[in-house]
């Protein structure tokens, strides 16, 4: 099975910063790639799919880029309410395995 | 508005049994396939399984195949999660969650608020 590894774990960044999340499949999996968002004690949301579409009602300072193995999560402008664990989840075929998730927080 | 609810969670015993269900609302649910994924307490997702519009095809994680069975009632709009042998180690919160269509795969773009399934003695 395909693993997806996630950098960093955690990271903690001052509000306005510029903060980049990486996702690299094990294996290639074109653009069939999915971000997500999970606020504490709050269920997941759906950010971003096909490696950059961004979902409807996502905020634009949300980005994401790569196909193949290598992908990023761009926040360009963190703010407060962005703090959250986000996750990377690939659907080329079963099983949809997620990334470890990256906690991010407020410095 | 599109809503997931699943039930069925609760406490049971190692070895045991249980059925969690999903009813589906505010979308044509017989044109979506739809999944399961589960979190134990301050871990991540972890997928579980998927079932394709009309019930044809499914897939497992290697971590619950032969002891979970997905399955759906597109009459009823109810996705349901049979859980047997189960372990320790399943304990967790499990969601339903809605993904694409047999068109458009845009990854899980609606979650229910997840029920919670304690294996202990």
């Known amino acids: 099975d395909i693993q997806m590894t996630q950098s960093p774990s955690s990271l903690s960044a001052s509000v306005g910063d510029r903060v980049t999340i990486t996702c690299r499949a094990s294996?290639?999996?074109?653009?069939?790639l999915a971000w997500y968002q999970q606020k504490s004690g709050k269920v997941p949301k759906l950010l971003i799919y096909?490696?950059?579409t961004l979902h409807s009602g996502v905020p634009s300072r949300f980005s994401g880029s790569g196909s193949g193995t290598d992908f990023t999560l761009t926040i360009s402008s963190l703010q407060p309410e962005d703090v959250a664990t986000y996750y990377c989840q690939k659907y080329n075929s079963a099983p949809w395995t997620f990334g470890q998730g990256t906690k991010v927080e407020i410095k | 508005e599109v809503q997931l609810v699943e039930s069925g969670g609760t406490l049971v015993q190692p070895g045991g049994s249980l059925r969690l269900s999903c009813a589906a609302s505010g979308f044509t649910f017989s044109s979506h396939w739809l999944h399961w994924v589960r979190q134990v307490s301050g871990k991540g997702l972890v997928w579980i399984s998927h079932?394709?519009?009309?019930?044809?095809?499914?897939n497992y994680a290697d971590s619950v195949k032969g002891r979970f069975t997905i399955s759906r009632d597109n009459a009823k709009n109810t996705l349901f999660l049979q859980m047997n042998s189960l372990r320790a180690e399943d304990t967790a919160v499990y969601y339903c969650?809605?993904?694409?269509?047999?068109?458009?795969?845009?990854?899980?773009?609606?979650w229910g608020q997840g029920t919670l399934v304690t294996v202990s003695s």
């Open positions: 294996q290639g999996i074109s653009k069939s």
């Open positions: 096909a490696a950059s």
């Open positions: 079932i394709k519009t009309d019930g044809t095809i499914t």
């Open positions: 969650a809605r993904g694409g269509t047999s068109s458009s795969i845009v990854g899980l773009d609606y």
